[in-house]
């Protein structure tokens, strides 16, 4: 992934997320489908629960354009074009 890709998806989580910007008193809601399964689950596992949804809507609006960008680098780099 090229540097521009991998900057453009830390902006982007940047402007979606920002940690310092929650108050201490902030109660962060975690949706019904990321609920923890009976018998318990690790931190990790409920981060990934949560954070999936948000990272597919991220996906499927960038990834298309990425990869676009990327074959035509590899396009151009291989023709002799670029």
């Keep these: 992934m090229s540097d521009d890709a991998m900057d453009a998806i830390r902006a982007s989580l940047r402007g979606a997320v920002s940690i310092n910007e ?6 962060i809601a975690v949706p019904p489908s990321a ?4 018998g318990g689950t690790t931190l ?8 999936a949804p948000v990272l597919k809507e991220w996906l499927d609006a960038n990834l298309p354009e990425i990869v676009d960008r990327a ?3 590899e396009i151009s ?6």
């Design 71 to 73: 074959a035509r680098d």
């Design 22 to 27: 929650v108050p201490d008193e902030t109660v």
């Design 35 to 38: 609920a923890p399964p009976a």
């Design 77 to 82: 780099r291989l023709t002799g074009r670029g």
């Design 44 to 51: 990790e596992e409920l981060v990934r629960s949560a954070l």
